[in-house]
């Protein structure tokens, strides 16, 4: 264990050349940079020297010299470099025995080598300073010498459900910016701090649960805690801020793909026998095992499920993120959704699809229309066996409504004109608000379809809501589709601040206020109207964002009529999660809902959203 010191002149140096390098996210706490300095001095530098007991090396900026661990592993793309531990550890569980090398072209040493590293110790930010992601310790502009080859590696630390902390993270400090990167860690209370003095280490896990599917990243996620908030088919629930899930980790491979496929697994497959490797940190999900030896997926067969037809007096209507689909996207894309269309969502009376681009895509040249997207995917459907849809939307203006740029997205209401009407009246364009007014004691939109106060800073880049007029059986029913600002430029949850950053809820928590007003203006021309609000809300069901919809009465999510482990459209770092909701008004009292899990669980993907389904008798 380090004693305490006070902070030298020497020290504060140490710290103001780390500061310099712009890489170093926080400064270390300064007892632990006396000691290290101390420790400098009086002998050869030892990896947990360099690690010490707080996020950030107090030895960051320095040079070291003989710094000797044997080497756990190596990587020969992308952050080039190797892993090595000291053998010999301290009696500091809060300090790392492993940290990386990086090298920055391919590697000569090999697993098992003895090796002696000299070279600058830095905090290097996966994804930037900017993006609130914990640093990684690490010796760059290394000189190695290799002592001795064919060495027994030092043994893998177990990470398993007994291991890990309950508690996830420290509150940060209020001094620091709500920063916890200059506390000491507490291995044995939270388990960030748990992921952090391993960092660097060599690790295994044994049999896990598959909680996030294969990406085309070649990376997915388990959990080493089975138990903890499952669903009913196989995923992690992600129903709290404050359920962040301890035992969730992130596995890639050290062998590159043209040598070793790496495995394709669906939520709830197992992860089985041992996988084993270096603990690592990257900016698409923190905490990685990056394996040395990867165990075998078991299948378990997850099937893509299939919601119950609409009965004969039942209005089926739904919401389906199609993932910025465009003509240039291949035909199989097109069948496919239209496939899910058609057999797993029993092709519903209104179909409400966000993300549908312009007639040339990503391509920025100006055109916003999207007929021949619509017309490829409605006769992609027909094809399918379903019906033959009609559409109504409002083209946005060029470069408006954010998504990719030249994309043009929009949402889009498609109805089966055999069961449902649309009430057209007075289209608005992009910029033309719609409103409410009072029609024989019923109320109805001055524009059909129209756009939700379009002006309003809240959709300032951002998709504006779209609301519609339909009858089914003689009864009218308003739909309003939304596809709400992204998270992008929140922080993750292994983001250094805790809580993490989300400023990205402020310009929701406003889109949300926005309709629920214009709800409110509908239900006070007629208290007992029929409103369906749905879409990408891109926010939780407990989110702010989703009480704000829901002020007043005005609104009910329905999802949370569901089960709790059937609450969720969307797998984001193994962590099942709504974003996708749709919402009721008063007067649909008996209804039933399905979240229809064809996507979200599966690394063969036709979009990353689930599509959700509400049925009910107007």
Do not use: C
Not at 518 to 535: P, R, S
């Amino acid at each position: 264990m380090r004693s305490s010191h006070t902070r030298s002149a020497a020290v504060a140096a140490v710290v103001a050349t780390a500061l310099a390098t712009g890489l170093l996210a926080g400064t270390a706490d300064a007892a632990d940079t006396a000691a290290a300095a101390d420790a400098a001095s009086a002998g050869p530098v030892r990896i947990h020297d360099i690690q010490g007991a707080t996020r950030i090396s107090p030895l960051a900026g320095k040079q070291v010299a003989d710094v000797e661990g044997i080497v756990t592993g190596v990587r020969t793309y992308g952050s080039r470099g190797f892993w090595m531990q000291d053998p010999d550890a301290d009696d500091n569980d809060a300090t790392s025995e492993g940290v990386f090398v990086f090298t920055s072209s391919v590697p000569t040493v090999a697993v098992g080598d003895a090796v002696k590293v000299s070279g600058l110790v830095g905090e290097y930010v996966p994804g930037g300073l900017n993006s609130g992601n914990q640093s990684v310790t690490q010796i760059s502009k290394p000189t190695v010498t290799v002592l001795s080859s064919g060495n027994q590696l030092p043994e893998a630390v177990l990470i398993n459900e007994y291991s890990v902390p309950s508690e996830y993270a420290p509150a940060g400090d209020p001094a620091a910016g709500g920063s916890i990167n200059g506390l000491t860690l507490e291995p044995g209370r939270y388990a960030l701090d748990y992921y952090e003095s391993l960092e660097g280490t060599n690790v295994r896990i044994g049999t896990s649960r598959v909680v996030g599917a294969t990406s085309p990243y070649a990376d997915l996620w388990v959990t080493v805690k089975g138990w903890e908030n499952p669903t009913r088919r196989g995923g992690t629930l992600y129903s709290s801020y404050e359920s962040q899930n301890t035992g969730r980790l992130m596995v890639q491979q050290l062998t590159p793909l043209a040598q070793q496929p790496f495995p394709v697994a669906n939520v709830g497959d197992r992860l089985t026998g041992t996988t084993e490797g270096p603990l690592d940190f990257n900016q698409f999900g923190g905490y990685t095992l990056t394996a040395r030896t990867l165990g075998t997926v078991a299948s378990k067969n997850l099937q893509a499920e299939k919601t119950k037809p609409q009965a004969e007096g039942e209005l089926a209507i739904a919401t389906y993120n199609v993932e910025n689909l465009d003509p240039s996207d291949p035909q199989e894309k097109f069948d496919a959704l239209a496939k899910a269309v058609v057999e797993n969502l029993a092709s519903p009376d209104i179909l409400a699809l966000e993300e549908i681009q312009d007639n040339t895509g990503a391509k920025n040249d100006g055109i916003v229309s999207a007929d021949q997207t619509l017309t490829k995917f409605t006769e992609a459907v027909k094809a399918a066996g379903g019906p033959a849809y009609q559409w109504r939307t409002i083209d946005p203006e060029n470069n408006k409504d954010g998504g990719e740029p030249g994309g043009n997205i929009r949402q889009v209401f498609l109805f089966n004109p055999e069961r449902v009407s649309f009430t057209d009246r007075d289209a608005g364009n992009a910029t033309t608000p719609a409103g409410v007014l009072q029609d024989g004691g019923k109320a109805a939109l001055t524009h059909s379809p129209g756009r939700i106060d379009p002006a309003n800073a809240a959709w300032e880049a951002s998709r504006k809501p779209l609301a519609g007029e339909f009858v089914f059986r003689g009864r009218t029913v308003f739909v309003i589709a939304n596809h709400f600002g992204s998270k992008g430029g929140d922080e993750g949850l292994t983001s250094h601040h805790q809580p993490p950053a989300r400023p990205s809820e402020t310009k929701r928590l406003q889109q949300a206020q926005a309709v629920n007003g214009f709800v409110k203006e509908i239900l006070a021309a007629q208290k007992n109207a029929n409103v369906v609000v749905l879409g990408d809300i891109n926010d939780f069901d407990f989110s702010d964002t989703t009480k704000a919809l829901a002020d007043g009465g005005a609104l009910y999510p329905a999802i949370q009529s569901l089960p709790k482990s059937e609450r969720y459209s969307y797998v984001f770092q193994g962590n099942s999660q709504v974003l996708d909701q749709i919402l009721t008004s008063p007067a649909i009292k008996k209804f039933t809902y399905d979240s229809v899990h064809i996507n979200a669980e599966f690394a063969d993907q036709n979009s990353d959203h689930d599509p959700q389904v509400l049925r009910f008798r107007p």
